[in-house]
């Protein structure tokens, strides 16, 4: 892929940082990447193997984002800016991109608003159009004014693909700072957070306090108050590091009657001294939050909040609440408090194993890559006006599948009701960008799923990701998800090849991991078997094991008195062949074959969110939309079907052996 990314910071160099660390992630994993920037000179931010296109630069004074200064410090004026706008319209044409990525813009740099959108605009109009995407970090500071929230929404959906949310939604998600509805949730793509720093070293031995604050003038406070701190307090052993973008007089004043190497500048290597350091005083923008979080190093925070600036203040918040630092409000700054906090700091135990999600800068490269291939397979199913083409496999078989629905509802559906549907999705171990999307059709189309999670591999932040999913609820899938089948044979976890004491320890103990594991709320004392196939004799063991539902393939055991039983009949992957999406006409005809000849049965829509590719996320994202708009289907909850003494289970009693008799 060719792929533009297009990123102005004003005030400190967070924003370029980023950017650079995404560019540099592309550009190593072979894709040809320009990082177009339009703030000044950061000399720390390494390009490596992407190419640079510097504009103008344009910077701001102050917290309030305005006036936009020039490169000579004077108002940037009409030429100026129409320069700007030119240039990145010619480096938009030289690259050629297939895929066009601007750094926050549209929910922030408003005062650039033009500038963007020119280079968004002559993007799509370019053919073949390329993927175009918002890149954010965790929180963003909302507007004061309604009517621009609602302008960005507007101009997101009508104009944007997709949003890099660089962040880990265990810690903060996006709706923390920003209004998400279902729409814009669909659009959002987790990658974790983009740490852009060098490996961390080991150290055997912590020491002394490491003070920095960015690379603007934003820090003045804190310098002032660390430096007077350091003076009080020499034996803790201070090192201030000041950015490049403070004035050289004012680290004179700072260091003044202070001894040599207390203070100096901002260097290449902080984030070894970070990691040898024993507490760390700073503010929190993302990338000083991303480096005590990879150094694990013991934080005092002070956030910056001056104006309307409310992002590092919510970070360094949800960090403490993890027993991660302690929070110093910017307006309680003075060097008495700052070295009550420290002491404390410093007497407190080390911060545990956060857990919290590093890799965003070489998982935005897949998830973009995906991205782009869904883009591209998207592009031959329309035409102008976006009509479908007659000579579309999916498109034909789902106006197949609605005509169908059409006539069964025109035939008395009312009768009894719509047809009932749910949806299992398995294999779920940990967040991911995959799952992302997968809860995001659930919310865009209020279509709750069950989710197959594997108690003996899950880690903490599957559990964080599921508490903020609605719709979503869990289900016990297997213990480890391990193969014990002879040779030869079709793979089974609980298959009857094991002696069943040995499967019905199993069962128990992926119930009593999944009880610890996963939030109790959400968690469905349902049995998912790997790859769907169990042995008869565990299947009557588990309502002695506490489990209340199964949940296979038909006919993979017989049904047992006292457990609730639905299957998923509807599975997209080709497990056998391409092991992408099926024929989708052979799809469409067991959704009707199900729906005609087992209308008292729900049917099993089941996904592997791991294992989809373009075409499959296409299909399901299709389907969905199909059956959650059609009245003659419902979706059922997964928590009411397997709800002992519910009207679901009831009608199940009665209705699963026909169900299972009646399906090829």
Request: aromatic fraction near 4%.
């Amino acid at each position: 892929m060719r792929i533009l990314i297009a990123v102005t910071h004003l005030l400190g160099a967070g924003h370029l940082t980023r950017a650079a660390a995404l560019a540099r992630a592309c550009a190593a994993a072979g894709h040809e990447t320009v990082l177009v920037s339009g703030g000044r000179p950061a000399p720390l931010v390494r390009l490596d193997g992407a190419r640079l296109v510097a504009l103008p630069p344009v910077h701001v004074a102050g917290a309030a984002f305005r006036p936009l200064l020039g490169p000579d410090g004077s108002e940037a004026g009409p030429d100026l800016l129409a320069r700007r706008r030119a240039m990145l319209l010619d480096a938009l044409a030289a690259a050629r991109p297939d895929v066009v990525v601007t750094e926050l813009f549209p929910f922030g740099r408003r005062a650039l608003a033009e500038e963007f959108l020119s280079l968004v605009e002559a993007a799509r109009a370019r053919r073949p159009r390329p993927l175009v995407l918002a890149s954010i970090r965790d929180i963003l500071v909302a507007p004061g004014k309604p009517g621009r929230i609602a302008e960005t929404r507007a101009r997101l959906l009508h104009l944007y693909d997709a949003v890099l949310v660089h962040g880990d939604p265990g810690l903060v998600p996006l709706d923390a700072s920003w209004p998400v509805d279902a729409e814009l949730a669909s659009r959002l793509r987790y990658t974790g957070y983009v740490d852009e720093g060098p490996p961390v070293p080991a150290s055997n031995r912590r020491s002394g306090i490491l003070v920095a604050a960015g690379s603007s003038a934003a820090g003045l406070g804190l310098f002032r108050e660390a430096a007077e701190a350091a003076r009080r307090s020499p034996e803790l052993g201070w090192r201030i590091l000041v950015g490049h973008g403070v004035p050289d007089a004012a680290l004179s004043e700072f260091g003044r009657d202070l001894p040599d190497g207390v203070i100096g500048r901002a260097r290449p290597d902080y984030r070894t001294m970070l990691a040898g350091a024993a507490l760390s005083v700073s503010q929190c923008g993302y990338n000083t939050a991303v480096d005590i979080l990879a150094t694990r190093t013991p934080a005092v925070l002070v956030p910056f909040e001056a104006g309307r600036e409310t992002e590092q203040r919510l970070r360094a918040e949800r960090l403490a609440a993890r027993g991660l630092a302690r929070v110093l409000p910017e307006a309680e700054l003075e060097a008495g408090n700052l070295l009550h906090c420290v002491r404390e700091a410093l007497s407190a135990p080390a911060p545990i194993a956060h857990g919290i999600d590093l890799g965003g800068g070489p998982r935005s490269v897949p998830i973009i890559a995906a991205l782009h291939a869904a883009r591209q397979a998207d592009r031959p199913a329309a035409i102008v006006l976006g009509a479908a083409r007659t000579d579309d496999p999916l498109s034909a078989a789902l106006d197949r599948l609605r005509a169908g629905l059409d006539d069964a509802a025109e035939r008395g559906s009312s009768a009894r009701g719509p047809r009932a549907v749910w949806w299992r999705d398995d294999d779920a171990v940990a967040a991911s960008p995959a799952l992302d999307r997968l809860l995001g059709l659930s919310e865009r189309f209020a279509v709750p799923v069950l989710i197959a999670a594997i108690p003996g591999l899950v880690e903490p932040s599957l559990a964080r990701r599921i508490g903020l999913a609605e719709q979503a609820s869990l289900a016990v899938h297997g213990l480890v998800h391990a193969d014990h089948a002879p040779a030869g044979t079709r793979p089974a976890e609980f298959g009857p090849h094991r002696p069943l004491p040995v499967l019905i320890a199993a069962a128990d103990d992926a119930l009593g991991l999944a009880r610890a594991r996963l939030p109790g709320d959400r968690l469905l004392p349902v049995f998912v078997p790997p790859w769907n196939r169990l042995a008869d004799d565990l299947a009557a063991a588990l309502p002695d094991l506490g489990y209340d539902g199964l949940s296979a393939a038909p006919g993979a055991t017989r049904d047992v008195p006292g457990l609730l039983r639905f299957d998923g009949q509807i599975d997209p992957v080709d497990w056998r062949g391409t092991r992408s999406l099926v024929n989708p006409d052979r799809l469409v005809d067991r959704v009707l074959h199900h729906l005609a000849e087992t209308p008292d049965a729900p049917m099993g829509l089941l996904t592997h969110h791991l294992a989809h590719d373009a075409a499959l996320w296409h299909f399901i994202e299709r389907l969905l939309a199909l059956l959650a708009g059609h009245p003659a289907v419902r979706f059922a909850d997964p928590r009411r079907l397997f709800r002992p003494g519910s009207a679901a289970a009831a009608t199940r009693a009665v209705a699963a052996p026909a169900a299972c008799a009646r399906l090829p």
